[in-house]
Nanobody
């Protein structure tokens, strides 16, 4: 059983910063990808940033230059540093990880609310 536990969300004023953390535990296997998605109220869940093992990071145009994804493979943890936050960044943020262990498996975190006030 694999669990992803997120932390770091909250309420912040526009222009502020937050750092999200997502840690995986359990029978994990080999990490392939670690990513962050977000879902504003009434809208679809969209990719924010992605890191593929052994490759560089990719992020959505809307967050380029403001958000930074990083990972600690030894801790099976992914981070999202969010700077210069805007009200339109408000959403529930979900981490997603893919591992290979007797096949490829994808897992989601429980979600953490980020609210940016104007």
């Amino acid at each position: 059983q694999v669990q992803l536990v997120e932390s770091g969300g909250g309420l912040v004023q526009a222009g502020g910063s937050l750092r999200l953390t997502c840690a995986a535990s359990g029978s994990i296997g080999t990490s392939i990808t670690m990513a962050w998605y977000r879902q504003p109220p009434g809208k679809q869940r969209d990719l924010v940033a992605l890191m593929i093992s052994g490759a560089s990071a990719n992020d959505a145009d809307s967050v380029t230059g403001r958000f930074t994804i990083s990972r600690d493979n030894a801790k099976n943890t992914v981070y999202l540093q969010m700077d210069s936050l805007k009200p339109e960044d408000s959403a529930v943020y979900y981490c997603n990880m893919e591992f290979v262990r007797f096949g490829k498996h994808a897992y989601w975190g429980q979600g953490t609310q980020v609210t940016v006030s104007s």
